[in-house]
């Protein structure tokens, strides 16, 4: 019979059917560990836990519908407490990530969109945002102001060209051939919003 390096591993088709551990041994249940074990501390048995008050971690969030299909899902694996809390600590981990993620992402478009807007207009720049604030202010007010900056869209081209081109429009109506000052000294972000960052 040939000799097997010490190095060598055997795969679970190397073994008798007796001697491969089930998928879950690594996992004590209710079936492996009872009253006659080492006397090694039992783990709370998952048919004590009450899976209908199960409540998410302190600052962990999921909507309602979400909530429920995790309880009934824990309740048909018969997760214990220690599993629950390592799940649900893995999706709240991931759930940030993704939205810092989409934050990120967010805060690059607007900055790219900032960018072709200044290479759009130019030295002509601070005219443009100041036809685009008279509109805003006109027909938005603060409302407007408020989800422009929010999405990022205040410094798309093609937001800042619409309206411009209304404010250029009520310009001309006000007085003919009356153009605004433009903001002195400003950026972009600060002449479209108002605000110093």
Known sequence: MPEIPATSTLSPTDLPAESVAPSGAGVQTDATVGPES??????????SFSYENLQPADGVSFASADWDTFKR????????????????????????????????????????????????????????????????????????RTLLEETGLGNHPVIIRTLSGIGRTISEDASAGGVPSAPQDKTFAQALYGKRN
Do not use: M
């Not at 969109?113 to 008279?134: D, H, S």
């Open 38 to 47: 080492s006397g090694a501390q039992t783990p709370p048995s998952p048919d």
């Open 73 to 144: 899902l824990a309740a048909e694996l018969k997760l214990s407490p220690e599993q629950i809390e390592k799940l649900v600590a893995f999706e709240a981990s991931c759930a940030q990530r993704k939205t810092q993620a989409e934050l990120d992402e967010k805060h690059q478009q607007s900055a790219t969109w900032a960018q072709q807007t200044r290479a759009l207009y130019g030295a002509g720049l601070e005219q443009e945002i100041a036809f685009a604030l008279r509109a805003a202010n006109t027909f938005g007010g603060p409302e407007l």
